[in-house]
């Protein structure tokens, strides 16, 4: 719904509006987005080509690259749907009241329907919705004249009371975690509390230092920190014992190397555990303020050298690991014709007569999932910054620019293709069991983790190295070329949070497919389903095959199951989702194809959430760094 706005501001070619009204949190508006898409690519082929050549000069893109100028993207004027409307930030904070009003039990500590890694990327976006809105604060204090600093300084209260509301669950969910459980499944499972904790000492570093910065500090005879600062020692400390657990899952007698998903089958070498491994360790490396916590690594009471050794901020140890772990994955032969990354690798017969059969990544599983093309853009922006090597952002771009094509994205509305086209259709991002409706409780915050980690990939290159002698700063021509490449992006991210809002129901609740059409039935949303790739196995969304490439171990035992109530997606013990069919009669008459599987569910609302902060991030970062 547009807001009716008194002042107009126009900034950065967006328009933005401050609606004075007591209820509402300022949102930041763009009224057409017709208007991003024809004026986010460059104005001409000329402005392409300075780019091109700056981009050839400093190493960017390789030279044996092609630099094709970006087609014109006419006929907007004559686009046969209207115009969408977003107040971005006020979806934003609706996605996030609804996350953790409807989802969200603060005497529990934790998102109740979810299963534990799932509750772990909810608590990361949780996190990431925290820094957007510590972000806003700025927005809300570059006010007009015609407004009083009494009325803007009572809507930053506004919204800090928001960030204290959240922050404060955060907390609950440190404690309502369900840690010791977590620490008994697969590896990528433990990787995604690595990530969500580092995400939230993150954003207890922003909020402190823009809110309690060292000049107030060194003002005051007495420390000055924001209360949030006493738990990040605990959520460092949670950091590192996943960090620590996951990495006994590195292998280097199968394949040369690389993470297996899960110790309680077969070794299978997938795409999301190594990228969860690049990720964590990259973000240790950087982000990681150090530990001195012993527990739960004391094995002994007898001596003190028994002690495991503290870990120092910036260590080394997590860059090399992180720049290892990559050279492998990159090399491995994981990404198929499109350029995107498909599951993962079995090790041709592994466990006959108790052998490790070939012991080579050589039977792909030609799956792909969305959230496997967006883990490694945060791990590569990360090995960026470790390491100055601008290659990395060279194939986190490409990765980008394949998935946009992959989900037929041409940028003018006619000229879209609307069949699969790999990964989505009509521009709009998709996972295979979206228009079957059978999405698993994994797969349904998938697209959510992509767009987490391509704001995260797409955040501006520093001026200045966050920590001298161990990381490093952007050059002048670095920092355009990367910053006009997200620019670029925008258009496609608007076309998909705009999809993504389209499926709320009247609870304000998200749906899981985005690109449906409201006015098919069940049997046309069915003739739409793509096949899978030839050679691919969705294990994501059926149960594990007990065959000679999936075989399970005693390992892989797992009290939970013993419910009927209960059965397994990828040994991630879930709910047994409803019917494959329509859950409610009454709904089916509109034929709202979100309300079919598992219907709309906290996975869902997170990746809402996620795609209405990517698009805030992006008209955020690019307002204050045109």
């Given at each position: ?224 920190l924001w209360y949030g600062d006493q738990f990040k020692s605990s959520f460092a400390h949670r950091a590192r014992i996943f960090y620590e657990l996951a990495s006994k899952g590195w292998d280097e007698r199968l394949c040369g190397g690389g993470m297996v998903w899960n110790p309680g089958l077969a070794p299978y070498k997938n795409a999301i555990t190594n990228e969860l491994f690049i990720a964590a360790a990259v973000g240790m490396y950087l982000y990681f ?194 910053a006009q490449s997200c620019r670029e992006y925008v258009p496609w991210i608007a076309h998909n949070a705009d999809a993504a809002l389209k499926t709320r129901n009247i609870d304000g609740v998200f749906g899981m497919w985005w690109g449906h059409g409201k006015a098919d039935g069940p049997s046309e949303m069915l003739s739409n389903a793509p096949l899978p790739p030839t050679g691919a196995e969705d294990y994501r969304n059926t149960v594990i095959p007990l ?80």
């Open positions: 719904m547009a807001l009716v706005c008194n002042y107009p501001m126009i900034l950065a070619r967006f328009v933005f509006w401050i609606c004075a009204t007591p209820l509402a949190v300022h949102a930041l508006a763009i009224a057409d987005p017709r208007t991003l898409l024809a004026e986010w690519p460059f104005r001409s082929f000329s402005a392409y080509a300075d780019r091109a050549q700056i981009a050839q000069h400093h190493g960017f893109l390789g030279l044996h690259e092609t630099v094709a100028p970006p087609s014109p993207t006419p006929g907007y004027e004559n686009a046969p749907d209207p115009a969408p409307t977003f107040n971005i930030f006020e979806d934003l904070h609706g996605a996030l009241e609804v996350l953790q009003t409807r989802f969200f039990e603060v005497w529990l500590g934790t998102w109740p329907d979810a299963i534990d890694w799932t509750a772990a990327v909810m608590g990361t976006h949780l996190s990431g919705g925290l820094i957007s809105l510590t972000r806003s604060l700025e927005f809300l204090q570059a006010r007009p004249t015609t407004i009083t600093s009494e009325y803007m300084s009572s809507r930053a209260q506004a919204v800090e009371n928001e960030i204290n509301k959240y922050f404060s669950q955060s907390v609950a969910y440190y404690f309502g975690e369900n840690a010791f459980a977590i620490r008994t499944q697969a590896y990528d499972d433990m990787l995604w509390v690595v990530l969500g904790w580092l995400e939230s000492v993150k954003f207890i570093d922003l909020h402190g230092h823009r809110h309690f910065p060292e000049t107030l500090r060194a003002a005051s005879t007495e420390p000055i303020p150090g530990d001195q916590n012993n527990s739960p690594f004391l094995r002994s009471v007898s001596t003190s050298a028994d002690h495991t050794t503290p870990v120092e901020p910036h260590d080394d140890k997590f860059l090399t690991t992180a720049v290892k772990a990559y050279s492998w994955l990159s090399s491995i032969n994981m990404t198929n014709e499109q350029g995107l990354y498909v599951d993962g690798f079995h090790i041709n017969g592994w466990g006959k007569n108790a052998s490790i059969g070939t012991g080579e990544c050589d039977v792909r599983n030609e799956m792909v999932y969305t959230y496997n093309q967006g883990v490694i853009l945060s791990g590569l922006r990360g090995l960026w910054e470790g390491t100055g090597n601008i290659s990395y952002l060279e194939d986190g771009h490409r990765l980008v620019r394949n998935v946009i094509a992959a989900t037929g994205w041409s940028g003018a509305a006619t000229l879209r293709s609307g069949g699969w086209s790999g990964l989505g259709r009509n521009g709009t991002l998709e996972d295979y069991c979206d228009s079957k409706g059978d999405c698993s409780q994994d797969s349904q915050g998938f697209k959510g983790i992509f767009f987490h980690h391509l704001t995260l990939f797409c955040e501006p290159l520093p001026r200045e190295a966050m920590v001298p002698g161990k990381t490093y700063s952007a050059s002048p021509a670095e920092r355009l070329l990367h065959d000679n490439e999936w075989q399970r171990t005693n390992a892989s035992t797992n009290s939970e199951s013993s419910s009927r109530d209960w059965e397994f997606h990828g040994l991630h013990c879930e709910r047994a989702p409803p019917p494959r069919a329509w859950i409610n009669p009454v709904i089916t008459t509109d034929n709202d194809a979100n309300d079919r599987g598992r219907g709309r569910t906290a996975e869902t609302q997170g990746s809402g959430v996620a795609v209405t902060r990517a698009l805030w991030e992006f008209v955020h970062t690019f307002r204050h760094n045109a």
